[in-house]
């Protein structure tokens, strides 16, 4: 039993962690538009045949940036991933709390009455299958939170390929270079806001979003 109650305070404790969407890969130095292409972020998988890639164009001399804080903000796509782990994450970390608390109960009452000699042998292994339900269904609940997790990272990783494919097809050819900005992890110390093309870019993938979700 105590090795149960430890793997169960284990899964409360990483019931606990908020899962969140971040584009953070977008903000390494080598993630930028190129003439060329877009190099790949690190959280796809290398070797995999999607490319980014953008056809070659006469140089324009023209730069743009892109703030992601802003896009992570604003995105309503990331507002809906954001709000789906919240409302699966409370689900399953409501369910751990009753099974937390149902398992205490069922412990509490077979050790009191193996102690008192008042239960039978039936009615003692009855219990024993009860407490062993319920770690089953802790285990179960370990499963959906670690599901919820993978599923997480690949829906993140789905996102920020959106931005770069979106980004390939917007710019066509009008900047040969787009820098990512952000406030946490500064890879651009200044920028002229008239370089900028944060507005537009969440205003049209935001667009591109709502009219991908009409579809479904």
């Known amino acids: 039993m105590n ?5 169960f305070l284990a899964l409360l404790t990483f019931a606990v962690i908020f899962l969140f969407f971040k584009v953070n890969s977008l903000q390494s ?8 292409g877009i190099e790949k972020s690190d959280s796809i998988k290398k070797g995999s045949s999607n490319e980014f890639n953008q056809s070659a164009s006469s140089p324009t001399g023209k730069i743009a940036y892109l703030n992601i804080d802003r896009l992570n903000e604003e995105s309503l796509e990331i507002a809906d991933l954001v709000a789906e782990t919240k409302r699966r994450k409370a689900n399953i970390e ?10 205490r ?19 003692l292994k009855i219990a024993e299958n009860e407490i062993m339900a319920l770690e089953k269904e802790a285990q179960n609940k370990q499963l959906q939170m670690d599901n919820l997790s993978m599923d ?5 990783a789905k996102f920020q390929k959106n931005v ?20 946490s992890v500064p890879s651009m110390l200044l920028g002229n806001k008239i370089l900028e093309v ?10 591109e979003y709502k009219s991908r979700k009409l579809k479904k």
């Open 3 to 7: 090795k149960f109650l430890i793997s």
């Open 29 to 36: 130095s080598g993630n930028k538009i190129e003439e060329n």
């Open 94 to 103: 409501a369910s751990v709390e009753s099974l937390s608390m149902q398992y």
């Open 105 to 123: 109960k069922k412990v509490e009452a077979y050790q009191l009455s193996a102690k008192a000699g008042i239960a039978s042998q039936n009615e």
């Open 152 to 156: 997480i990272n690949e829906k993140n």
């Open 164 to 183: 770069r494919d979106f980004l390939v097809q917007w710019n066509n050819g009008k900047f040969d270079y787009i820098f990512s900005y952000s406030e």
């Open 198 to 207: 944060t507005d537009v870019v969440i205003k049209e993938i935001n667009t």
